[in-house]
Each structure stands twice: as C-alpha cells, then as structure tokens.
C-alpha cells in the first residue's frame, strides 16, 4: 500500500496520481499518521462522493465527543451533516454572497497596497508568502470577524499544527487547547464590549436567539480562522510561483491584465490549495468508481487529483492562463461547497493585479528547484518562496 509520508510525494505528487487515476482509481492509502483511509482520484468520483449523502461527515457518530476541546473544534459546518449543517451554514451565508463580498473591495485594495509598500522598501530577497500572500487574507478575515490582527502570529503557529502543514513533531493537543482558549477569551471581549463585526453578530445569534450553542460557536470561529488562513495564502502562493518560475506566463499576465479571472481559476486547477477534501466516512456500503467501500470506511477525496483528470480537462499538465472551460473541483462541490469562494477570488484578483502592476520586474531570488512544499494532504503550499524587486 502507497505511504503518502515521503517527501518525494509531496515535491511532486502529480505523477502518483496519474498513476492511481490509471491503475486502482479509488484505492487504500497511508496517511502520515499512520491512519489508512480510501483515497478516491478521478474526477467523476470525486464530484459523485461529494454531492452524495452516503459520504457523511460523521458516519455513525452523531453524538457529540465528550472531550471538551474536541468539542469545542468539531461542531463546525464542515464537520456536520445536515440538520445542523444546513442551520449553521445559514446563520453566516449572508456575510459571504457575492455582494456582500464585493462591498470589501476597496478596503482589500488598501490592505493590499499597505503591504506592497512595505515590499517596496525592502533591499534585497525577501519571501512573499510572509510579505504578502499570508498577511493580506488573515488581515481580511480578521476584520470581517472583528479580531485584533495583531494576534494572527500566534494562530497562525496554532493553526500550521492542527492543519498538519509542519514538518516537525508538534503539539495538537496543546495548539487545539491554546486555539480554544484563545477564540473563548475574544468572545468574552466581544460580549462585553459588542461591535458591528461578524463575530459580534454571531454571538446576538446565540445569546438572544438561541440558533446555536456556545460550542458551535467557537467552532464556527475557528472554522472560519482556519479556512480564512490556511487556503488563500497557498492560491497567492501557488500562482505566484506559476508565474514567476515560467517568466512568458509573468509577462504575457502584465501585457493583458484581462486574462486575470481566467488565470486565477487555472492556478487553482493546477496547484489546488485545498489538496484534498476533509475526511468523509461512508453510512453504509457504497459502490465508486468500481470499488466496493464497506460502511464506516474513512473517505479523502483528492481535489488535485481531480483537477488533473485527462479525461475531463484537456491537456491537463498543461497550465493555460485563458483556459475556457474550468469546472475544477477546487473550492468542492455540494452541500459543502466553498462558502469564501467568492472572497478568496476577489482577494486573489486585487493581489495578482496590484503586484504585476507595482513589481513588474519580481522575481524568483533563487533556484525553482529549491522552493519545497509543506508536508500534509490536506493542502497544498510552499514553506517560502524567496523573491526580489530589485535590478537583476
Ligand atoms: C469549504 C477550498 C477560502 C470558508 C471549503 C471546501 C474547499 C474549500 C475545498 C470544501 C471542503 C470539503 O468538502 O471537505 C477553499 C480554497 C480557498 C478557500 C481553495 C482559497 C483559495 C476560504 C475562505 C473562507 C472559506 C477565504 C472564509 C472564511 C469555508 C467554509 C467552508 C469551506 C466556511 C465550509 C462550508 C460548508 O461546510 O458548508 N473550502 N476555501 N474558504 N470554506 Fe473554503
């Protein structure tokens, strides 16, 4: 059975999983933990599996975990079935619609050009992601929920581990526990001094109106820090290397700036962010891509793996800025379907535009071949990637 811990997987894993889309398209894999779970590659079946029912998020348990910090980071949308996922996902899908999202444009453009400046003063090499494509999405969800961003240092170690996106032995149990208590003191300091901010509004919900308890509360926080974090730093991260690492593409995004939208949805084609759909568990034997999966089986999804499907992409290694057609499954599909797809595009746009159009001479300031991806199948990021704005 294929152990997915290896470095080499994670520098490339393109042609693994050419290979399994070939030979055992839904197959049994090793996790890095060790844990063996049914890992499903093609695109067909990855977009079967997640508009299907039967693929559960709690399988059997729908009971609530009797520890608390487990709790308290497990009763989340994306942790949940319907019911609960349909009335929680509904108490915040009103911050999150196109329009609401379009109204933070010009505060993403500041956010944006406060960033490029400081990039501006910089001499020599200095790493983008830490300049850039992490700051810019945290400094948005931040505001929107109305958390200090000043704190994002320090979640942003705490959520690395619990994500899994470290190459070292970590804490989980100490960064989940740190992660609770810290989301538990903001809500103190909220419902004691209340604001015109998402998380404001969401605490009204629970205390007046009852609409969730104060664990899906903090859930719904965390879920939110999380995949506001952990997700479009790795669409800027990713589709800057894209470009840079193959110059005609830099260019050929500066002399037509229209082909923007188009380029964007191929970088998150062809280097997917989210690697691979959270877990699922089967509520009872199912049937994929010919494979017979008993009840209970633990499910991945692979959302790359997908995206480079020969038989629905043409010429699917091949990454094309205007490609016409794109139905990636980039953002998932279903009832679980990206809910800050619309504000990870528009992030996504203002940033790639304002950095070709403030840097139009940035480059790598080394080797491609030393840019090394994060560990973890969840996601799909570089550690750093070293650039300069200087004279060559
Ligand atoms: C769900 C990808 C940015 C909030 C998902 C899922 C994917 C995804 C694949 C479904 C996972 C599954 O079915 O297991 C991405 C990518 C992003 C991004 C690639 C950036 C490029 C964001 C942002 C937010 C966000 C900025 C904002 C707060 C959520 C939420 C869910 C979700 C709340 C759960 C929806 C549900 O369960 O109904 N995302 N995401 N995402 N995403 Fe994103």
Redesign the pocket.
Known sequence: MDNLAGREFHADPHPFYAQWRREGPVREVQLASGAVVWLITRYDDARQA?TDPRFSKQGRNKGHPSDTIERALSR???AVDPPD?TRL?RL?SAA?TARRIEALRPRIAEITSSLLDFMAEQSGPFDLIDAFAFPL?IQ??CE?LGIPAEDRDSFRRWSNIIVGGVAYQADFPGAAQAMVAYIRGLLAARRSDPGDDLLSGLIEVRDSEDRLDEDELISMVF??LI??HE??V??IGNGAALLLTERDRWERLRADPGLLPTAIEEF?RYE???ET????ITSEPVTIGGQNLPAYAPVV?G?LSANRDEARFPDPDELRLDRPQNPH?????????????P??RL??QIAFGALIERFPGLRLAGPASELTWRPGLLLRGLFTLPVTTGPE
């Open positions: 997640l989340h949308m994306l996922h996902r915040v999150f999405p948005v969800i929107l879920l939110l995949a506001g997700t479009t790795n669409l998150l997917s962010p989210v759909a959270t877990f699922r999804i959302l499954l980039a953002f998932g599909h279903g009832i679980h379907y990206c809910l800050g797809a504000l990870a992030e996504a």
